[in-house]
């Protein structure tokens, strides 16, 4: 592939227009959008509305006035259309963590007399955390059973009151077939909770089509909702009125200004709530939601895939250093990162970001790159390919201050 | 008391000049500081910092080059100051419901053998719902014991694990005092969980100085840190290593970058953090508390007790109308909030607001003002007891635009 065939595919972007609605600095190619998204140009003036004419002029008045009281269930509506559910089903709230383990509790509820919550090794570290949190604190009930993704589905047995998967894997990109392990889960009865996290704003999700249980999902990376934005979770309208939920908080309550001292959860999905909405960072997330809502969802994972498809065959091409390997899947259903292993994957990051090209590392020798599609060019990804080949050619990675280790990493 | 009265206390007041670091519309006195903060002026050049430099030309790079990471914990540490606490025992995170779960939970974990969870009939609702939902998740374990203020210090027990209660009510601003509650608790082998929610920023709190074991707190009242702000928790350097979080996630593990399948605690305050830090949140609230900093804490009590007095004192000196009632307390250990009952509170609420007064109402009959001691005037809380007295005396809530219920109240 040549760079004037990445040209001609820009001309062709049906999604083009979009990077103009993102703030991103000159001479950047971002590569880290599946960790934070880029700010949308609108979260300015969205913010700054907030913060002087709600909160500063309006005041308390404002949860009335401009109706932030509805802003989780507003937003959270506004994400449904992004990943096949009713907005009903829909919130936003607390953390992915929090939301994981409110939910993975509620399945329990849904399921009494089974105790297994059934997970894959090498899940998202705060997936296995939340539920290991849930099964120590409550050992007479549940216990986090955890297999490889390969012996997951026969893992699936009479005692398994939830299966909890990332959607997307977030190393190797692996996405499960939603429909097919949501069968599963189903056949032995057993419910499913998905971690949408690599998946939202990125593949065109389909939770009721694939008849989903429950979902938990991210809002600061394709959604590009802010640093730490809010979570959202889904409850399929079908076990609205039966889950329980173990965090219960005045928001969750059915009338929370009539501070009655007994918990009465709310007949909808606000009972998934908890505490005072976060109203400042549902504002940036809601620019971010709202900018992802023009996108056709078929179009983004479309371009998604074909961007990381060009990087990883371009690299691939270019590069002969036999210790560089393909972390991430190619060859199967898949989300819009992808990953490489290489002895020196810290130094390779630094080195391609001292040339404008923003990836990330994931310990202990993961290069990571992500390809949002609404932001990213066809010349710009073939750019960073050549880049990242070129290091890895020229040994460019060998340098000090490519060695040296930020607390982040 | 007359108004030169006020003018002259204005004038000897060492807080006055604080008033002009908040962003406070003309012709509005506002006595909901209680339930919500006004923006400090530095907000709005803080949160463009943050959005444009550190979100957006940063990016995700900002988590080390902004230090994002340790906003939690760096702003926990200042708010240790205001609570008598040192900066390691005190990190931001979640909300306060979530937080009083944790703690609780927590506290369960350091009293083994002991199951009751002690607090307060009437408690702020979402203290008592978060309680209920452990107790509910944790049959085996735990039940939640609610007894009225006058009997709960006769209440705790051999079982109590933990008493958990509001420092200031938010109806009646009876305060508890701290230090012999605190001792009460400990003589018969119980934890205490304080929540601090309209004490901090109010009131002088020591939580050191009076031993309590564990406490948590709000981000939007008196630290003025906007609508929804993050909460804080406070874990007694003592109880540090033993204490388990039934929410563990990843910002709470020893090594967050490891990503490693099994959880292992941090060793310090951090463990009670869960998910990814909400930064945009996190700077708002970090303005408010820097300013909150610069004031005396003696000081800031002082006056906020002085406000309250005066507008209790000026609104029963002048008001006739027998169905008003104080309900909250005046000659005892208070908080900075005075709440009058009347059967038309409702209304009373917004006839005041009509005249640029703003106060809240609290179900069923409550009206409740906050004195905020950093941008409150002896004059202006003359002159809003004068138009409440004035409307009780005219019958002047008795309007039909007065009556119409908003959403919420």
Redesign the interface.
Known sequence: MTRDDALALDAADPLAGFRDAF???AG?T?L?GN??G??PRA??AR??RT??R????G??????TAD??SAPARVGGKIARLIGAKPSEVVVA?????NL?KLA?GALSLRPGRGTILSE??????D???L???A???P?RARLH?VAAEDLPGAIDGDTAVVVLTHVHYKTARAWDMAALTAAAHARGALILWDLSHSTGALAVDLNGAGADLAVGCG?KYLNG??????FLFVAERHQAAI??????????AQ????????RPAADIRAQT?????????A?LEAGVDLQLQADPAQVEAKGLALADIFVGEVMARCGDPALTLASVRDARRGLHVAFAHPQGYALVQAL?SQGV?G?F??PDIARFGFSPLFLSFAQVWDAAAALAEILATRGWDRPEFQAR????
Chains 1, 2 share one sequence.
């Open positions: 703030d991103l600095p950047v971002y880290d960790s934070l880029p700010p979260v300015h913010l700054a913060m002087s709600e909160w500063g002029q005041l308390v008045r404002s949860w009335n932030w009281i607390d953390s992915t963590t929090v383990f509790a090794t090498g899940n998202f570290p705060t296995l955390y939340a290991q949190g849930l120590a604190l409550t007479e955890t600061y802010g640093p730490g934005a809010p979570a329980a939920s173990p965090l219960t908080g005045w928001m969750g309550h929370p200004f009539a501070f009655e001292d007994g918990f908890t505490g005072t909405p976060p109203i400042l960072a549902l940036a970001m923003v990330d994931r310990a930020a607390a982040v990493t």
